[in-house]
């Protein structure tokens, strides 16, 4: 069994790795922080979560994390950084769902994030959680910087054709649309009900801390320069991610068998049959990434449709699944769980 | 391995016993029929259970049901009932999710159901499926019929009070409101997206097929006489059920005490402490009830508050459940899913 | 011209008093109040009203209400009863949107909003505003205590059967059901889109503050005692109320013509046809109330549906409906808009 | 005042002429037909209408359009190309919001549309409503073809960058979001509540009827060629168009400057400040178009942000604008609704 800690279990990506451990045949949990919580039962706050999980959450100042192999950081950024180096001297692996040590390059997560990184050494060793591009390096990792949510949905949905180098890569586009749960938690008004609900808007234009993460990892495939159009949206759903991609063909391509042959032996990437139009509930609850091709009018602009449930493969599926490769374990465990469908 | 056959298997009540059976570790699909969608992969007309289900969907006409254990009915009345006798010949037990077993008076049922009754001596053998209080007859039986999504979240929260004899049993109140998923999947404009979304509304208050059921199995439970007032509503949500349950005490009793004693080995219906307000979404995709007791202001009015996902406690799941108590697998085999929340 | 004030104006009662008023014949409005926003413009909180009023948010600290013949206060309850006196002194009418004023028994309202009540004597000349019942007190008023949300809906529900005096007036039961936008634009957790959404739950369900309200209001319409059994809900749709209201036949009455008539001459109180079923949506924006009447299988039990935009009818139109009668202007001037439906 | 009829009533673009004609000063409707609803009262399919029309559908077969002026079709397609001429040569004007005048080219047009088109010479003389290109067109027209929802947002967003010639136009992208409402009120399965909610999914990506008129309009602003790659999507909402548009600039521009003299007198088109995200709701049930413009990064591709309600400047409210200049009317008269916000 894995012993497991997890800081910051209060939000969407901490109730959702509890709902992915209670049930995991490997993992036990061990400890649960929250500093406004200490005290309080983790099933009084998630009634879903009665008679799966009999902890309450824990003081942070007072939580020993010794008893635990691997502690997952569900907080927001500048909290993982903080903490990481004393966990790992304790021996303990980490895995940050935050994104602290996503950004390799220090002075664009400063400016990115607003703070100054405190741990510039351990970003170094951090290794970037995609198990698509990266699976050999999550093995032996201490330290996993688990991917944003738009960042796993647009990086594989462009990795083939970046990969495959048959595509403009100074123009990517990648529109994309996100279900309410990807604001967190945290009580603002912008995503309340009676703001959300019935209404569609884009944010962030001018800038979102997601467009470098993706542009560092899709230059991480190839040679040529990256550049990046990146415009997010708040679409008035729970979960999902709809990553509309758009790149300009520079050569002729099998683009579905390109896709179908870059994914096919990765258990959670689902390329659909050409001419498929995913929709974002067919991955509701589960960990999968379905991609379908399209190529309109055959014209030289590709088109990629990318979906994630962006709590599950956007975070805590997949940091299980960081976790699964780490310890050896079959790396679909615990997170076969089927897609709940209406 | 128990073989399963499905008829019907394209509305949601369809696709939920699948979602649960792909995974139950007894159980081996053989064969699902569909009159509309013979020949088409199951996964092709619900992508989520991509890599889950291999089968297509049978010609009715053609299907051999001789291969398998048991059979589910996921159809609309009238099929069942006309199906019956033959599965039983060849000593298919059968489990019934449409209505057409679970009204024992013939007459009611042709009243309500508008068809002629074409297999009365079935209904007499049929068991009712709600494990909560039928659980040694449906070990037995040959022949079930599962319970209404409405009836199993309002017999479950009233019946601590009729077995009780502590209420006044002839003006009962029933407010049930549920998720649009609770209409099927058949097209028709009343449930259309831009119908139901952002709007409220009664529907049958005259009077709706669940009314004599609950009537029915209330009054199996108690030598008083039952009477009911039944409002559903609907609430622009997929799945869930709320009942709220209105009742005037005739005697004192501990309310609370006498809920979790009723159900304290009941491994789905779940007492809340006092107090507390159940959510739908605390069930999501779960087989669980549970249920809330009030009385507000200390007067003779009791309030109960039993909440379901009409897909599953209130359907499928049950189904599975009645299943694995007619095989003497453990209960709760294979429908232990975690609710989805958020 | 009627010059018009609004204290709080950033709640989605101020917004929805600002449509109402910003097209309203007689209304100016010269000043609108917010300790927040003070400096911000209208329509760059709310861009649905640009083009529509060019003023910007006051500090209240700086106000100068003495240009106004009538205040809104659009505020959470304390507010008014602070302000009230002096504002009265100026000579400007005032209308409170908020709770201040409409509970005449101080010990009861102090104990259900928790804090002192520091205006009682207002209280007293305060005229609650239900032009269904109060029109002619309206016409002289100073000071209108607007009636809150359920209760507007719940009163008119119940009104022709208590002034009847057909049905017991001790066990009364309203099952009411609210968008979320009747929680307000205060950022909390509970009414997060990612809480709120595809769920349905109660709240307070061991007391809520419109029980007295209703029932003082019912109480002043009979010589009998009343006592409520209220149960309100929160339902995932911005606006809308639904009350099913629940009551027990003391005689035979004819309902459909008792309701028919007793609203014959209202012009926001719609009674339908026996056997409809109202839905929320066609009242949304407008000031409407619609009523059905049902006795399911010839009971004794009564069940009234009534439904109301909790904004309009519920609040803001409501106000202006007052200010109509206060002013001598046609009742309806400036809140017919037609419900926006889908 | 202007004698009106519409054909086809009963759809969502028919129910919302109905809420903007009804109070619409000039406006006297005379007849509606529906094949499907004759004889039943407007205001008993639609209860948002009671006390406003007091009309009853009509027989198409019986209905008599002579005393009309006008006639609105809010029909599917091929219905007003085979009845135009007739009521023309009545002497009665049209106003078409389906699609059978909009595409000049008629094989283009029976390609998309699927059948012969029965009125070719009625094509060439029909003017293409949109008023911000085509006023002075519209002003003495008798056939109106009403332009379709997506292309209303895409041109109005794309329009001043294709008349100032500044972009690349032969890769524009179309990226648009519509809320369910534009599938019209047809019963079918992928637009009911249980499968449209909680969910976001592409749709006609290989090809969609509005890309050729998009690329039509935007072909007539400008003399160099156009090509438009279009994908729409759905989501969860009633109403509301968002089109995300990108274009890679030829040329240094003043992009905000260039917007907001395009729309400066245009009454309908609102220019927000720069940096803005315009949120759906904003124009909710009204005839505003609000765009934005941005330019992420100060790259080389423009992004520009267009919004409208599909069922008002997308249909109904776009089409009473028409008539309103068709009969020398202020332009805004009728169609002044605020937006319903929250």
């Keep these: 069994m894995i012993n497991i800690g997890i800081v910051g279990g209060t939000g969407y990506t901490g109730v959702e790795l509890l709902r992915i451990l209670a049930q995991h045949p490997e993992a036990e949990l061990k400890i649960i922080t929250s500093r406004q919580k200490a005290g309080v039962r983790v099933d009084d706050l998630f009634p879903s979560l009665r008679g799966q999980i009999a902890l309450q959450f824990s003081d942070p100042a007072e939580a020993d994390f010794s008893q635990c192999d691997v502690v997952f950081f569900a907080t927001p950024h500048g909290i993982a950084m903080d903490q990481a180096r004393a966990l790992l001297e304790l021996g303990v692996k980490i895995i940050d769902l935050s994104a602290d040590f996503r950004i390799k390059d220090i002075a664009v997560w400063e400016k990115w994030y607003g703070m100054e990184h405190v741990a510039p ?39 083939p054709l970046i990969e495959a180098g048959v595509v403009d890569t ?11 749960s990807g604001a967190g938690r945290k009580a603002v008004t912008p995503t309340l009900y009676a703001e959300a609900s019935d209404n569609f808007k884009s944010y962030a234009v001018a800038g979102h801390r997601h467009q470098p993460e993706i542009k560092q990892g899709l230059s991480a495939r190839t040679t040529q320069s ?21 790149a300009r063909l520079a050569q002729e391509v099998d683009l579905q068998s390109l896709y179908e042959q870059r994914y096919l032996d990765e258990p959670f990437v689902d390329v659909l049959p050409a001419g498929s139009h995913p929709e974002t509930r067919s991955v509701r609850g589960s960990n999968f990434c379905r991609i379908a091709v399209h190529r309109p009018h055959d014209g030289d602009t590709v088109v990629i449709l990318s979906i994630t449930d962006n709590l599950v493969k956007g975070a805590a599926g997949q940091a299980v699944q960081n976790m699964n490769i780490m310890y050896d374990l079959p790396e679909t465990m615990g997170i076969q769980h089927i897609p709940l469908l209406p």
């Design 226 to 246: 990256i550049d990046l159009t990146f415009v997010p949206h708040l679409t008035p759903m729970i979960r999902g991610i709809h990553a509309t991609l758009y």
């Design 170 to 180: 100074n123009h990517l586009i990648a529109d994309t649309k996100s279900g309410v």
């Design 121 to 159: 050494d351990l970003v170094g060793e951090a290794v970037y959680g995609l198990p698509e591009v990266n699976r050999d390096k999550i093995k032996g990792a201490r330290l996993i910087a688990n991917p944003g949510c738009y960042p796993t949905a647009v990086q594989l949905g462009f990795i």
